[in-house]
């Protein structure tokens, strides 16, 4: 079962930027871990980004340092990521994923299996 639900997903040119969300309809995430992984065709799924529940640390990819950024409205119960400066390498599926992990600065984002809940993902299209 997809516990969580991604949107924002679109085909957009290089250089623009998308928002995507990750919403939790049937429980709070507020005191959860919240992580970015995306999976692009014969690849591995990579992390991307994570986020602590209170927002105060956050960790980011080499490859998306100073382009994405990650954050969260536990009032909405809600995780986005910004993307700006979109390049054809981030084509991929987006998942984000949750879990009651203590995320503390400077250990790195937890590992695909350390997250309990997961959504269907969402497609992000870069191209000419």
């Known amino acids: 079962q997809y516990q969580l639900v991604e949107s924002g997903g679109a085909l957009v040119q290089p250089g623009e930027s998308l928002r995507l969300s990750c919403e939790s309809p049937?429980?709070?995430?507020?005191?959860?871990?919240v992580g970015w992984f995306r999976q692009a065709p014969g690849k591995e799924r990579e992390g991307v980004s994570c986020?602590?529940?209170?927002?105060?640390?956050?960790n980011y990819a080499d490859s998306v340092k100073g382009r994405f950024t990650i954050s969260r409205d536990n009032a909405r119960n809600t995780v986005y990521l910004q993307m700006d400066s979109l390049k054809p390498g981030d084509t991929a599926v987006y998942y984000c994923?949750?879990?009651?992990?203590?995320?503390?600065?400077?250990?790195?984002?937890?590992?695909?299996?350390?997250?309990?809940?997961w959504g269907r993902g969402t497609q992000v299209t870069v191209s000419s």
């Open positions: 049937g429980f709070t995430i507020d005191y959860f871990a």
């Open positions: 994923a949750a879990g009651p992990i203590g995320l503390v600065a400077p250990m790195p984002c937890p590992a695909y299996a350390d997250y309990a809940y």
């Open positions: 986020i602590s529940s209170s927002g105060g640390h956050t």
